[in-house]
Nanobody
């Protein structure tokens, strides 16, 4: 059964860091691109970062460039989102999603349940 499960969310102060994990099961992570998408109340859904399985290229949003990093560990079938220099504007539910193919295209077929990230003093 194909499944992706996020973890690692929580409350952090502005300027702090968090690492989110996306544990994949039911498929080989190396065969698919994986993206992180966030949803904040009263805001449009935003694709944050994606990593391709084919060449390791990443796709990123301007809002997180230089602060967030995506990586994968194929042996553990896990994708990570390292979030540094967090801002209150980063507060959102973060979702891990599987792309339909090897390249980042914002065309997802499986989603995780989401993990809440709150940046506040």
């Amino acid at each position: 059964q194909v499944q992706v499960v996020e973890s690692g969310g929580g409350l952090v102060q502005p300027g702090g860091s968090l690492r989110l994990s996306c544990a994949a099961s039911g498929f080989t992570l190396d065969d698919y691109a994986i993206g992180w998408v966030r949803q904040a109340p009263r805001k449009a859904r935003e694709g944050v970062l994606c990593i391709s399985s084919s060449d390791g290229r990443t796709v990123y949003a301007d809002s997180v460039y230089g602060r967030f990093t995506i990586s994968r560990d194929n042996a553990k079938n896990t994708v990570y989102l390292q979030m540094n220099s967090l801002k209150p504007e980063d507060t959102a539910v973060y979702y891990c999603a599987r792309e339909r193919g090897r390249y980042c295209s914002s065309d997802y077929d499986y989603w995780g349940q989401g993990t809440q990230v709150t940046v506040s003093s």
